[in-house]
């Protein structure tokens, strides 16, 4: 009797691992990228003559694109279609401070207004800010990164 369930026993396993061969590789799971956009959006001074009082502000919305690769996230000065007046995208520049909330990491960027960078930050919760020339308010963002 012995001598039968192991030969049923090797039948099932070879037929089990014939089969998963036969399936191909287990495909990794991985999710869409999910893209965040800051919380406070980022406020700057555009007026040509800001000591006569006169003041005209923007706003901007950065955003965070978590996702692609474990542990990344790719800041993008605006949301993709959104573009910066060309006046100001000559000179214009913004710069973002990001800290890993759960490991104490941390660093800052400097990315054109109509570019993106990419950063490894960790997994965890990260919080973001951007200031920029003539900045009224820093936006501000905080995200969960895979």
């Known amino acids: 009797m012995r001598s039968a369930r192991q030969f049923l026993g090797a039948v099932v396993l070879t037929l089990g691992v014939g089969a998963g061969?036969?399936?191909g590789p287990v495909p990794q799971a991985s999710a869409a990228p999910t893209v965040s956009t800051f919380q406070v959006p980022l406020v700057v001074n555009t007026g040509i003559w800001a000591c006569s009082g006169i003041h005209t502000f923007c706003s901007y919305t950065?955003?965070?694109?978590?996702?692609?690769?474990?542990?990344t996230v790719i800041f993008r000065?605006?949301?993709?279609g959104e573009k910066i007046p060309p006046?100001?995208?000559?000179?214009?520049?913004?710069r973002i401070h990001w800290r890993n909330v759960g490991?104490?990491?941390?660093?800052?960027?400097?990315?054109?207004s109509d570019g993106s960078a990419s950063v490894f930050t960790g997994a965890?919760?990260?919080?973001?800010?951007?200031?920029?020339?003539d900045q009224v308010i820093a936006g501000t963002g905080v995200f969960f990164v895979p």
Do not use: H, K, Q
Request: aromatic share 6%; proline share 7%; no cysteine.
């Open 124 to 133: 965890g919760l990260v919080t973001a800010s951007t200031t920029a020339r």
């Open 62 to 71: 950065p955003v965070a694109i978590t996702g692609e690769t474990p542990g």
């Open 21 to 23: 061969l036969a399936a």
């Open 87 to 94: 006046n100001l995208s000559s000179w214009w520049n913004i």
């Open 103 to 112: 490991t104490g990491a941390s660093g800052v960027l400097d990315i054109s």
């Open 77 to 80: 000065a605006v949301p993709f």
